[in-house]
């Protein structure tokens, strides 16, 4: 163990000499109070140090010991329903410690060392092990098996003790090798290097949020990388919550990086009491949280990220899928900005550094559909919040990651003040994964793809013509275009805008996205012909269905879809009774 | 060392000394600074290396030689001094008294800069505030251990909005003790004379703690004041168990002072010249809001902040409005026209609203109201815009009863007087009123059932009713007496249904 000792304090920047021996990002304890930190340059013997926690009274001349390895996070069962600060340790438990408030150099292990899992082996002395071999599972939650799969860093060998099957804490002995490792449950693995996997795959299988809008005109496919970006209060965190709540992901991991301490304590209570659609099991048994919030140290801020995507990779490497919701990636740049100010690094734009693109490709890169090691199929899809400076996605955290990314959700501050949740902008958003998920949807529901591609033509329409109203009023337009300024108000009001207080509306399955569509657009289909045979717009407008279909979002549960059919079936009955009685009038 | 001065900087630079001299100083220490007058200032170690340390005062600077400076250190970080004594006292940013009583007599130091809340610990807030304005109450509703700020400009009633706010501020669920807790930075004393009369004509100045670093004050200080204030706060909410409202005012001065600092210390600026973590200190403040575990006390921050040239985009409202949870936002506009409050209907926000609004909380139809007069106002914006381009003639008949809406939305939901006090009953019938302008089908964002129960059938009936809380007649609300006012500590009455 090599000791230095301060000589230099910046705010969370330490340097420190008699470092020699110090690996770069190597985890270092400083001070007398034994303080969290990481080397992030060297210069002789001299250290830059970075701090995860307040150095408040820290002097010049105290010890600094280098731990000679890089920051990790401990991955094994016991993970999932946990919530961690950014370098991963246990806000329950730091709550034991110290009370409701933070103190620095408190340490709480990852992982429940008292708990015992079952442990099921699947190997028998003997058996080769290395990287990609599974050794043994355990029944972390009644939905999610753990499957303990070696990683990348051990070597090739075989078994020669595999403990038998039982109640292990996580710390026991289960798997040795013939060179005399020793293998638990738990492993660590450096969290700024992406984990190993076979190959990635090209990916054609979608993540349905059940968030409308997403899935029908800008889906997202699993192992597909998106960004939501928008101004304060166009509703990130709650597009954030949506899909955490209703996305058909295996695992969900929820990094709160740099956002408010009372959204992480939402989801904390909001999560538990909420029903997965899919498993019939509370939410929180796929869920895990990082919640580094604006207030605690800006350094841990910026090795969060790191830290959740590094356990996402873990439940990738079983087979699982899992999304990440990174809220917000803005916080995260602005983190390495502030300490690329401290170092006096010389800034690119906006004073971030200049290898923020870097960082931004690297991370985004972390995502996607893989073959693991095993051979099995994961996924990581990284769904990551950006706040531009004044709702302005001209500046540079937003630019460089829309290199990055396939999928831009743009939320809109018009829609937003209207209430009109998720403000997702159907002007400006897109999806570069359209066309790859196609051949799915197609498989499920032949019309998907003319539906999609005729909702976007009325909208596209919608905003050409809403260019013309604004200056001359819709008075001035045939009917045949007031009708589009009509059925997009339709797919605004009864498709696009879905509420999540709504019980009914809260989550809305594929075969329901289609149906209201098809009910929307076989309106527009029939009043289009109505107009052509001479009936006037108002007649239309007027029909009483037209509420029935608009309100049909939270009228009609996700589980009586075929009773939607019905709804079809009214509104042909409706135009045709319209018909009638429009030709005795004119005959009258 | 305490008890040992140094003798002699080597350098003077705006705020920011810098000496050269070996005692072991800690990170963020208190230092204490006598100049050749003999007068002591404060301040704060900000940088240290083997050969220097730089530490940056809190107050006027004028005078600091190079010879003749002793520097002691005081071994400590910036503390305010606690205890039951200090409410009904004013302070300065330090945290000294200011009104010519004794000093507090307690042993409770706290480090200013507080320490963060874990996340786990804290209690989601849900508790209702009424604060009798329909804009407030109806539309962005104040929940308890919230922290919504008043992003105003220069002329606009912010003040006054704020201390009716404090006024009127009750919860429907009874109530146990409070306190106010007021930080001016860099306000005019005017501004404080303001506050400190309206306090006491509303019968609470004996529960306000107040800290004033008033413009003529170093701009420095007013870095220290908000600081101080939350650690008065969180003594009263976390250890008092008072239910505890924070008014700071005005958050663009502190900003200013905080690029000064920056700009002192040479480091690399971002949006116009403010530091990279200014995103960062202020959520070091704001995040000091909320609710914890095992205590029934809270803190609600109501932060007013001018936005410079009513510019919402500038960094200080933007990245407020990033950490916290919503914005009320006052509209010139609305203003020029005399409505008071100008709350502007559509950029305000309440993030919490969601959690504290409904049935047992404020009333069942609460929610869908809101957003059903949110959707209609922003359709009325639209169909002005075009109204100001084709004139008002040649609008549909459906734009015009939106343009009517409107109209009436903004002079009777909307406005009202600086001591009217309206439930939120009142409040919400008046929504409904405001519907009935609209044609039915248009309610589109309402279930039938709500709008069966609460739409008023006879808008005709409405009309005579609605016209007694318009403000254009004389004022409507009760004077400030002291029923009215004292407000806050009564218990309220159970929500009544009409």
């Known amino acids: 163990m090599s000791d230095g000792t301060i000589i230099r304090i910046s705010g969370p920047v330490i340097y420190a000499r008699g470092l020699a021996d110090a690996g770069l990002y190597d985890v270092v304890k400083v001070g007398s109070a034994g303080l969290i930190g990481e080397i992030i340059k060297l210069k002789g013997d001299e250290a830059t140090i970075q701090i995860y926690e307040d150095n408040t009274l820290m002097r010049v001349g105290e010890p600094v010991e280098c731990l000679h390895r890089p920051l990790s996070v401990a991955l094994g069962p016991g993970l999932i329903g946990s919530i961690y600060d950014g370098i991963q340790r246990p806000l329950p438990v730091l709550k034991g410690l110290s009370g409701a408030f933070l103190a620095p150099g408190l340490a709480g292990e990852p992982l429940d060392t008292q708990k015992k899992w079952h442990f099921v082996p699947s190997l028998k002395v003997g058996d080769a092990i290395g990287p990609g071999t599974v050794f043994g599972t355990v029944k972390e939650t009644d939905s999610i098996q753990h499957r303990l799969v070696f990683d990348a860093s051990v070597p090739p060998s075989s078994a020669t003790y ?24 738990v492993s660590y693995w450096p969290v700024r290097s992406a984990r190993s996997f076979k190959e990635k795959q090209v990916t054609r299988e979608p993540l349905v949020t059940g968030l409308r809008v997403i899935d029908v005109l800008f889906p997202i496919a699993k192992g597909g990388s998106a960004a939501v970006p928008g101004g304060f209060g166009t509703g990130k965190t709650m597009t954030q919550h949506a899909i955490a709540k209703w996305c058909d992901a295996d695992i969900i991991v929820y990094i709160g990086c740099g956002e408010r301490g009372n959204e992480m304590t939402e989801v904390l209570t909001e999560f538990p009491t909420l029903i997965d659609p899919r498993t019939g099991r509370s939410l929180m048994e796929r869920t895990i949280l990082i919640a580094n919030t604006s207030n605690m140290p800006v350094a841990a801020r910026e090795v969060s990220i790191y830290t959740g995507i590094t356990i996402a990779e873990y439940y990738r490497d079983m087979g699982y899928h899992v999304a990440v919701m990174a809220d917000s990636t803005s916080r995260w740049a602005e983190a ?12 690119a734009e906006e004073g971030f550094p200049a290898y923020l693109p870097t960082r931004l490709a690297e991370f985004y ?23 531009p400076p004044g709702g302005d996605f001209s500046e540079p955290v937003t630019q460089h990651t829309k290199r990055f990314i396939r999928c831009f959700w743009a939320l809109d501050r018009d829609l937003a003040n209207a209430r009109h949740y998720p403000a997702i902008s159907w002007n400006d958003s897109y999806s570069e994964y359209t066309e790859d998920l196609i051949p799915f949807w197609d498989a499920i529901d032949s019309t998907w793809d003319a539906l999609r591609t005729r909702t976007m033509d009325i909208l596209k329409k919608e905003r050409r013509l809403a260019d013309i109203v604004r200056l001359v009023g819709p008075d001035a337009l045939p009917d045949e275009q007031r009708l589009i300024l009509l059925t997009a108000e339709m797919i605004k009001n009864g498709f696009l805008q879905q509420s999540s207080f709504d019980k009914v509306d809260m989550y809305c399955a594929p075969p329901k996205q289609t149906l209201l569509l098809s009910c929307i657009l076989t309106f527009h289909e029939l009043a289009e012909n109505a107009i052509k045979s001479g009936t006037p717009l108002p007649k239309i407008s007027a029909l009483p269905i037209r509420e029935k279909i608009v309100r049909l979002k939270s009228s009609l549960e996700n589980e009586n879809v075929q009773e939607g059919q019905a709804v079809i079936q009214e509104i042909r009955a409706a135009f045709s009774q319209l018909g009638a009685p429009a030709q005795g009038a004119v005959s009258a | 060392m305490r008890g040992l001065e140094y003798h002699g900087i080597s350098r003077a630079d705006g705020p920011i000394i810098i000496a050269e001299h070996m005692e072991n100083m800690g990170f963020s220490e208190l230092v204490r600074v006598r100049d050749r007058t003999g007068e002591y200032r404060l301040g704060r170690v900000v940088d240290i290396s083997e050969q220097a340390v730089a530490v940056q005062l809190f107050s006027e600077n004028t005078g600091i030689s190079i010879d003749d400076s002793w520097i002691e250190y005081l071994e400590k970080p910036l503390t305010f001094r ?46 209702f505030i009424q604060t009798g304005i329909s804009a407030i109450d109806g539309m962005n509703t104040l929940i308890r251990g919230q922290k919504l700020p008043i992003f105003s400009g220069n002329g606009l009633p912010h003040n006054r909005l704020a201390a009716q706010i404090v006024r009127q501020a009750k919860v429907l669920s009874g109530e146990t003790q409070f306190a106010i807790v007021f930080a001016g930075m860099g306000i005019k004393y005017d501004v404080a004379r303001f506050f400190i009369d309206s306090f006491e004509k509303s019968g609470v100045l ?24 939350l650690t008065a706060a969180e003594y009263l909410a976390y250890e008092k168990n008072m239910h505890v409202l924070v008014v700071m005012t005005d958050m663009t001065n502190y900003c200013e002072a905080l690029r000064e600092v920056s700009a002192a210390r040479n480091e690399v600026p971002s949006r116009k010249g403010y530091p990279g973590y200014l995103y960062s200190d202020l959520a070091s403040l704001y995040e000091r809001a909320g609710k914890i575990e095992g205590c029934e006390g809270s803190i609600t921050q109501l932060p007013i902040l001018s ?78 815009d075009l109204a100001a381009i084709i004139g008002e003639e040649e609008l549909s008949e459906r734009d015009k009863i939106f343009l009517n809406f409107g109209e009436r939305f903004e002079h009777e939901f909307l406005a009202q007087g600086e001591f009217e006090n309206r439930s939120i009953e009142q409040t919400l019938d008046l929504g409904w009123k405001m519907l009935a302008i609209l044609p039915e089908s248009e309610l589109v964002r309402i279930p039938p059932a709500l709008i069966e129960k609460y739409l008023p059938r006879d808008p005709k009936t409405d009309n005579s009713s609605i016209s007694q809380t318009s403000p254009a007649g004389a004022p409507v609300g009760e004077p400030p007496t002291a029923t009215s006012t004292a407000s806050s500590a009564v218990p309220a009455p159970a929500p009544k249904e009409q």
């Open chain 2, 82 to 127: 606690v205890g039951d004594a200090i409410v009904g006292r004013i302070f300065n940013g330090l945290g000294e008294p200011i009104d010519g009583f004794p000093a507090i007599m307690s042993s409770d130091l706290r480090d200013i800069n507080g320490r963060p809340i874990n996340p786990s610990a804290r209690i989601y807030p849900r508790d």
């Open chain 1, 162 to 185: 595999v403990a038998p099957e039982g109640d292990y804490p996580i710390a026991a002995p289960l798997i040795k090798s013939a060179e005399g490792h020793v293998y638990t449950s």
């Open chain 1, 365 to 387: 890169e972390r995502g996607g559909m893989v073959t693991t090691l095993e051979g099995k199929k994961g996924s990581v899809t990284i769904i990551g919040a950006v706040s």
């Open chain 1, 336 to 347: 390495l900005r502030e300490l690329s100010g401290r170092l006096e690094e010389m800034p």
């Open chain 2, 206 to 229: 004996s529960r306000v703690v107040m800290f004033l670093s008033l413009a003529d004050s170093p701009s420095i200080e007013r870095l220290v004041t908000p600081r101080t204030a």
């Open chain 2, 307 to 384: 936005m410079p040239n009513d510019d919402i985009s500038h960094p200080i409202p933007d990245l407020t409005g990033y950490i916290t949870e919503g914005q009320i936002v006052l509209e010139r506009d609305l203003s020029q026209r005399g409505i008071y409050p100008p709350i502007a209907g559509l950029p305000s926000l309440s993030r919490l609203m969601k959690d504290g609004i409904g049935e047992g909380m404020t009333r069942d139809d609460h929610r869908d109201l809101a957003a059903q007069l949110f959707s209609a106002y922003a359709y009325v914006r639209s169909v002005r």
